[in-house]
């Protein structure tokens, strides 16, 4: 079965930075569309980055766009998202995802896409 297991969450004061990380398994990896979305209590989930796992093509939501990047290790099915310059307004549980009907189209999707979620990791930013 599907399994995306993040790691890297973790407390960082304004301006530091973090590397989560996504490892896929139980699928195809290649040939499909992983990102990260993030949420805060009372908000709707929100698309971070996306990456093609095929081309590696990326995508980014405005709010994020120069401060993060999201990457692949294709041979350990993973992704990660290197998280800079990082702000309160960042602070959220950051969860991988995985859409295995889309080659990523040009844009980062709503969360209501992905057909696989993580557990989430939790970003805080002081």
């Known amino acids: 079965h599907v399994q995306l297991v993040e790691s890297g969450g973790g407390s960082v004061q304004a301006g530091g930075s973090l590397r989560l990380s996504c490892a896929a398994s139980g699928y195809t990896y290649r040939g499909n569309c992983m990102g990260w979305f993030r949420q805060t209590p009372g908000k709707e989930r929100e698309g971070v980055a996306v990456?093609?796992?095929?081309?590696?093509?990326?995508y980014y939501a405005d709010s994020v766009k120069g401060r993060f990047n999201i990457s692949q290790d294709a041979a350990l099915n993973t992704v990660y998202l290197q998280a800079n310059s990082l702000r309160p307004e960042d602070t959220a549980m950051y969860y991988c995802a995985a859409d295995l009907t889309w080659l990523c189209g040009g844009y980062v999707p709503p969360a209501s896409r992905p057909q696989y979620w993580g557990q989430g990791t939790q970003v805080t930013v002081s």
């Open positions: 990456i093609s796992t095929g081309r590696s093509n990326t």
